[in-house]
């Protein structure tokens, strides 16, 4: 009898996995419908040897000291700060926008207090902030939200910035200096072998059994066990009542290129032209040397896996209809960016997962005294 059935082995199931494992002696059975652990942070040497993101490129950041050292207990690190350009009327400039942006984009040489004032000269004002519109239109005003946000959201969500809500381009906040990567979290580096590597530490521990290309559907009522960790997508547990909760799907296009680089930046973003939205060349995230060169481009798409929540009023409302039959199921612990809808970044996750962690080990302690 296994204690624990988790389903996703992503960084959801194999936080709360390990932690259940190694701190609370608990056996823990971990399935997941793909072939492999790791979830979207999935990465693996392709025929050419070229460490690659299978699910597009995964940058960890946080700035959780908490976070951070958890998973050093898995890995060592390599320093990397991501940067990130645009291809915007020819020219390909640097996103978030920045001072440099500004001035390299229309040919001037502002200063920061100049740049600030020239935002506020264009900017629209809003009286409440509350689509991804209102973001970026209050600070930087039309020309400069079409030229960057309106035609790549349009392409990643089906749906135009107005009908999203404010937090999806509040990701990448406009800055007047000259700040040029893409996060700016006190915490910023990649797994020095891999995200898979660092899982597969994660989940090495005796009492933790790992089955692969197995629905928990199929074996949830052969193998037996007490509680459930759920880290699949909320509405499929509950068998669509309520309907479908909109998940964005991405098809990746993955390369190989004979040549040692292909692209400027590790990532660059064509928010008005073309049917994908990024081209990231691996090399740059991983720091790996080789002749040939790996890139992909995404797609974004409605159908596929679910890969993001759709942050948006009707949405959350729906939402909070599955959130209502998930607290009242017993015995089953929804965690991750899938089960509880949410658009977390990797480091949320796993904030999320070590929450949950110590809630149930909390409780069960209380519960024995
Ligand atoms: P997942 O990784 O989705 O894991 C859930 C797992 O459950 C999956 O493996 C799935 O196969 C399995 N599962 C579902 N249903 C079943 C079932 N019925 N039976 C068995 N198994 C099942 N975050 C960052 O911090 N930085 C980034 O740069 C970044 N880039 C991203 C780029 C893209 C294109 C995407 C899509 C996401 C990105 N993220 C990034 C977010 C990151 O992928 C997630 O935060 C994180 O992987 C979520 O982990 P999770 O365990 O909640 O979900
Ligand atoms: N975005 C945009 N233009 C860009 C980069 C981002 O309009 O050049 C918007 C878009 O809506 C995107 C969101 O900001 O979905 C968040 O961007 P991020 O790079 O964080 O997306 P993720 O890596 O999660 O796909």
Redesign the pocket.
């Known amino acids: 009898m296994f204690d624990y059935l988790v389903?996703?082995?992503?960084?959801?199931?194999?936080?709360i996995a390990e932690r259940l494992a190694s701190q609370s002696g608990k056996k823990v059975l971990i399935?997941?419908?793909?072939t492999?652990?790791?979830?979207?942070?999935?990465d693996h040497h392709n025929d050419a040897g070229l460490l690659i993101?299978r699910?597009?490129?995964?940058?960890?950041?946080?700035n959780s000291r908490e976070v951070f050292e958890y998973l050093s207990l898995f890995t060592e690190w390599r320093q990397y700060q991501?940067r990130v350009l645009a291809s915007v009327d020819g020219q390909l400039l640097p996103i978030p926008i920045n001072l440099d942006t500004i001035n390299k984009m229309y040919g001037l040489s502002l200063t920061s207090f100049q740049l600030e004032d020239f935002f506020s000269s264009v900017a629209e004002k809003r009286e409440r902030i509350r689509t991804s519109e209102d973001v970026v239109v209050s600070k930087v005003g039309h020309e400069l939200y079409e030229k960057f946000f309106r035609g790549y959201t349009r392409k990643q969500w089906g749906l135009d910035p107005s009908e999203l809500d404010a937090s999806v381009t509040a990701r990448v906040p406009t800055r007047t200096n000259r700040d040029d990567r893409y996060f700016t979290d006190m915490y910023q580096a990649m797994p020095l072998y891999g995200f898979t590597r660092m899982f597969e530490r994660m989940l090495d521990h005796p009492n933790i059994k790992i089955m692969l290309n197995?629905?928990?559907?199929?074996i949830e009522r052969i193998i037996p066990y007490r509680e459930m960790i759920?880290?699949?997508?909320v509405d499929?547990?509950f068998d669509l009542r309520f309907g479908k909760l909109p998940y964005r799907s991405?098809e990746?296009e993955h390369e190989t290129l004979d040549k040692p680089v292909h692209q400027k930046a590790p990532v660059v973003n064509y928010p008005n032209d073309y049917l994908y939205t990024r081209v990231t060349e691996f090399k740059y995230l991983t720091g790996q040397e080789h002749p040939k060169t790996s890139i992909v481009y995404?797609f974004p798409c409605a159908e596929g896996?679910?890969?993001?929540p759709v942050p948006r009023p009707e949405n959350a409302e729906l939402y909070q209809k599955y959130k209502a039959l998930a607290d009242q199921t017993l015995n089953v612990h929804f965690?991750?960016?899938?089960?509880?809808y949410k658009?977390?970044?990797?480091?949320?996750?796993v904030a999320?997962?070590l929450s949950v962690y110590g809630k149930i080990s909390g409780a069960k302690k209380s519960g024995q005294s």
């Open positions: 389903v996703g082995a992503g960084f959801a199931g194999s936080v399935v997941d419908r793909r492999h652990i790791g979830g979207n942070a999935y993101h699910y597009g490129p995964h940058i960890f950041h946080t991501h197995t629905d928990y559907r199929d759920y880290t699949g997508p499929e547990y991405i990746f995404e896996d679910p890969y993001y965690v991750g960016r899938l089960a509880t658009y977390y970044n990797m480091d949320q996750v999320q997962a």
